[in-house]
C-alpha cells in the first residue's frame, strides 16, 4: 500500500511564504505525476500544481502562478510546493496526490490514485 506524507502546513501573514512537502513511499514514483490539490470549507477540491514524472513539465492554476512552485526530488520519493506572497484566499487544507497511471501532467483529481492526509494553511490579513 502507498502512503503520502505531507508537511511544512501552518499559520503566516499575508504576503508571507510557506513550503510543503510529500514523501510518498510509492516504488515507481520516478515514472508518474504527482500534484498538489487544495480544499477550503464548503468548497470543492481544486486543483493547484502538477508535475510530470521528470519534473520537465509543469503546470499551475492560474490563481497560484507566478506566486507557487512545484519541484520534485526522485531521488528521495518526494515532493514540494513552494508558497510565496501568499493571500488569505489561499487559506484551505492542502493535499499531494500521486498518480500510478499517467507519466505527464494532469489536473484532475481522478487522475491520482493516492492522496496524503491534507495539511492545513491559513494566510491571515
Known amino acids: 500500500q502507498v502512503h503520502l506524507i505531507e508537511s511544512g502546513g501552518g499559520v503566516v501573514q499575508a504576503g508571507g511564504s510557506l513550503r510543503l512537502s510529500c514523501f510518498t513511499s510509492q516504488r515507481t514514483f520516478g515514472a508518474y505525476a504527482m500534484a498538489w490539490f487544495r480544499q477550503s470549507p464548503g468548497k470543492e477540491r481544486e486543483f493547484v500544481a502538477t508535475i510530470a514524472y521528470s519534473g520537465g513539465s509543469i503546470q499551475y492554476s492560474d490563481i497560484v502562478k507566478g506566486r507557487f512552485t512545484i519541484s520534485r526530488d526522485n531521488s528521495k520519493n518526494m515532493f514540494f510546493l513552494q508558497m510565496d506572497s501568499l493571500k488569505p484566499e489561499d487559506t484551505a487544507v492542502y493535499f499531494c496526490?500521486?498518480?500510478?497511471?499517467?507519466?505527464?501532467?494532469?489536473?484532475?483529481?481522478?487522475?491520482?490514485?493516492?492522496w496524503g492526509q491534507g495539511t492545513q494553511v491559513t494566510v491571515s490579513s
Open positions: 496526490a500521486a498518480s500510478q497511471r499517467f507519466a505527464a501532467v494532469r489536473t484532475s483529481t481522478q487522475a491520482y490514485d493516492y
